[in-house]
């Protein structure tokens, strides 16, 4: 009995803080992970409001200067994408009166005052008083804000009204991934969350004492386990946006963090009844010689308890005890390897995870119409992240037509598209060439590389007025023109632009660019791509190859179809070769199509 009872107790003890210890090892990893992210988000909503604010200033200062908006207060708003309206709000008569107005579309002010409704004269008070509000329509993806700016000698107040479009931002709270994201106010009401979730309010996972405002303590970040208000247990961390009384909050459910624990259960439990079976067995023959070899044992299991996975009994008998520690040893090995390993799949699939969602914001929608131009266009990485990037827009009278593939595939790829998308919104606001905005993007890339990973592009600038299609192309994989003629599309009817081909952007920071320029006539297309289309392999390993890509491009326009029906068509084409294959690279094309009508 004695023999049998003191391992039994002890590796039921053993078994039972191991599964505890994991558990709040896991508990705590989810918790860094958890206010690792809504930090993350936390300080992107600041910048980008504090953004805002700074690119108002201006604005401000002008109206005040002139009581009026002047043409630099109108460049200025025009200019910042994420600005709607801008409105000015005055004193009078008890409440207050609109002086002047800035609109992006043309009575759109009246939107966000009907919004608000009878509370509008109430948030313009509220400013005046405390010199700034904010409040959402929850509804959508904009921000209003009443901000009080007051003249040189103090003696008079002005509140401008702000509209603020935040569509990033707002996607990826409503994004479904394992964790939740809010964006909630002082008083719990959640500004941006998940579906159907603005302007409800966390009543039962967000308290004041929660955030540390019981007695005026205002707590930064924080993490705690808490009850929703189905009785789940969630695990939820905030941080303050430093922005007004914003905060950002992430809930995980305990049940679904956990998982991973339920499985090691299982998997302890089937290998603890085998070793208490061995032990038994051992109890029934054993003799008074095997007390020492039981004792060492139980003070290993003891150590391991304690959370010392790294401890291995030495017993130098090969009987049923030796055998015994030999599985001990075996188990607290596995045990240990098992916790490191799933702590860091974890902390990987969050981070690819979150990777994945933020590179998704960088690409535009796949249909587009802008003036003449159809635009349709299809993107599928070959891991979670890709290096392929595609984009377009419009500057003043001229459509742009991008186009990048950085160097291999995965995170670092990825984080290249992202710089290149970071700069391409800055260069769209300079109204320049496709050569000059390549120079520019190839320094940027340069920069954030130091020539380690370099990329292919291609960038064209179709004029509105003219109908010229000016490009540049740095070593990538030239386009090919598809004229519109009175009989079926023919391979001679596939001109490539290849007139121009410079060095690939991350490769010299003083690299130069040339560019040239063609007509896109009315029925004209151009069919952009990667590299990776031809690369396309079936599950036999054999790849689609550049014959079988041109045969699928005219067979997919030889009728001269709508952009989005060759798109369709295409696809149809080489997943056919794919079979469901996994991608060796990244697969981006888009094709754009001058109908003639604007």
Same mark, same amino acid.
């Given at each position: ?57 201006? &604005? ?29 709000? &005055? ?46 329509? $929850? ?22 009204? &702000? ?38 309010r966390l009543q039962t996972i967000v308290t004041p004492a929660f955030l ?151 690409f535009p929608e796949t249909r587009a119409k802008i003036g003449p131009l159809?635009?349709?266009? $299809? ?50 606001? @300079? ?9 520019? @993007?190839?320094?940027?890339? $340069? ?112 009728? $001269? ?38």
């Amino acid at each position: 009995m004695l023999l049998t009872s003191i391992p039994l107790i002890t590796l039921t003890v053993y078994l039972l803080l191991a599964l505890r210890i994991f558990e709040e090892d896991k508990i705590a990893y989810v918790f860094d992970a958890s206010s690792t992210m809504s930090g993350t988000m936390a300080a992107q909503i600041k910048t980008q409001l504090n953004g805002v604010l700074s690119t108002t200033k201006p &604005i401000f200062q002008e109206y005040l200067l002139h009581q009026k908006f002047t043409s630099v207060a109108e460049s200025i708003f025009q200019n910042e994408f994420n600005l709607e309206n801008v409105g000015v709000f &005055i004193p009078q008569n008890g409440g207050y009166q609109k002086a002047a107005e800035l609109e992006k579309v043309q009575g759109s002010t009246a939107g966000p005052v009907t919004a608000l409704g009878p509370q509008f004269q109430g948030f313009l008070r509220d400013a005046d008083a405390n010199g700034r509000v904010m409040r959402v329509p $929850y509804h959508d993806d904009r921000v209003f804000i009443f901000e009080k700016v007051s003249n040189e000698n103090k003696t008079r107040n002005t509140i401008f009204f &702000i509209v603020v479009k935040m569509s990033e931002a707002s996607e990826m709270f409503r994004a479904a991934t394992s964790q939740k994201l809010y964006l909630i106010s002082g008083d719990g009401t959640v500004l941006f969350g998940p579906e159907n979730m603005p302007g409800q309010r966390l009543q039962t996972i967000v308290t004041p004492a929660f955030l540390g405002q019981q007695t005026g303590n205002q707590v930064a970040q924080g993490a705690e386990t808490v009850k929703g208000a189905d009785g789940t247990d969630l695990l939820v961390s905030f941080s303050k946006a430093g922005f007004g009384d914003l905060t950002v909050v992430t809930t995980v459910e305990k049940s679904k963090a956990l998982s991973a624990v339920q499985i090691l259960i299982r998997k302890s439990l089937i290998f603890f009844g085998i070793l208490i079976s061995i032990t038994v067995i051992i109890s029934l023959f054993a003799s008074s010689g095997l007390t020492h070899a039981l004792t060492e044992l139980f003070a290993a299991t003891k150590k391991v308890s304690e959370g010392n996975f790294d401890i291995r009994v030495k017993v130098d008998s090969t009987d049923e005890v030796g055998s015994l520690a030999d599985n001990f040893n075996i188990m607290a090995a596995e045990v240990s390897r098992l916790m490191e390993q799933t702590a860091e799949k974890a902390r990987m699939e969050s981070e690819l995870q979150t990777a994945k969602t933020v590179q998704e914001t960088l690409f535009p929608e796949t249909r587009a119409k802008i003036g003449p131009l159809e635009i349709a266009g $299809y993107y599928e990485p070959a891991s979670e992240c890709g290096g392929d990037w595609w984009h377009y827009c419009q500057v003043g009278n001229k459509i742009f037509l991008w186009i990048g593939d950085a160097t291999g595939h995965g995170a670092p790829a990825a984080l290249i598209t992202s710089a290149a998308k970071s700069a391409s919104t800055i260069i769209e606001k @300079l109204n320049i060439s496709p050569a000059q905005a390549l120079e520019l @993007l190839n320094r940027s890339i $340069y920069d954030v590389s130091k020539g380690r990973i370099m990329m292919t592009f291609f960038l064209a600038s179709f004029d509105l007025q003219t109908g010229e299609l000016v490009y540049c192309n740095a070593s990538h994989e030239a386009p090919f023109l598809m004229k519109k003629s009175d009989g079926p599309l023919k391979k001679k009817d596939l001109i490539p632009l290849n007139e121009v081909n410079n060095p690939r952007l991350g490769q010299s920071r003083e690299s130069k660019y040339e560019e040239t320029s063609i007509k896109l006539d009315a029925g004209d297309a151009v069919f952009f791509y990667t590299d990776g289309i031809p690369d396309i392999q079936n599950p036999g390993k054999e790849a689609w190859g550049e014959r079988e890509f041109i045969k699928a491009l005219i067979a997919a326009n030889k009728d $001269y179809p709508s952009v989005a029906d060759s798109v369709d068509t295409f696809v149809g084409s080489f997943q056919a070769h794919r079979q469901g294959a996994p991608l060796i690279d990244d697969v981006t094309f888009f094709v754009v199509k001058n109908d003639g009508v604007i």
